[in-house]
């Protein structure tokens, strides 16, 4: 059995690395989709916004 080749390898990293990349995103409350494009969540924009508006509130 042969091992596999340098280029076969750096497609599987690469691969990998995008699908972690893409997953961190997620969790972060973004919308990946399959193109690679990013959208945000309008909840997790109205999240940031109300945040926003209580720590001025409080300053």
């Known amino acids: ?31 990946v989709q399959k193109d690679g494009a990013v959208k945000k969540y309008a909840s997790r924009k109205a999240a940031v916004i109300a945040h926003t508006r209580q720590v001025k509130t409080k300053a």
Not at 9 to 23: I, P
């Open 1 to 31: 059995m042969s091992s596999p080749s340098v280029q076969a390898k750096k497609a599987y990293f690469a691969k990998v690395r995008k699908a972690n990349y893409s997953a961190s995103l997620r969790l972060e409350g973004f919308v």
